[in-house]
């Protein structure tokens, strides 16, 4: 068991299988921008906003801002996991 324990997460390493989806906002009460918030497992509207120009730069075949706009999530604190035909899981790095 623990064999098949340990190969299952040499899988999740290399392809990423296993990964708790973060929470999303949907219009709650607050201001709409909840970057004093990032512990509750909401994504901060200007990280969203970042990974969304991300999408349009990689649609735009613009990989050095794409690359750049990675760098500057990562820095604050999100990591982007890419989902083939599917919009990027943003979460805590």
Known sequence: LEAIQQALQQLDKVFGIFYDVPSTHNGDS??????GNEDDGVVPDS???????RVSAKESKDW????????????EG???KDVKG???IV???
Do not use: F, H, W
């Open 86 to 88: 599917g919009d990027p």
């Open 47 to 53: 990280i969203m906003e970042m990974v969304k120009a």
């Open 78 to 80: 999100y990591a982007i």
């Open 30 to 35: 607050s201001d709409g921008d909840n970057d």
């Open 64 to 75: 050095a801002l794409a690359d750049s706009l990675r760098t500057q999530v990562l820095e």
């Open 91 to 93: 979460s805590k790095a």
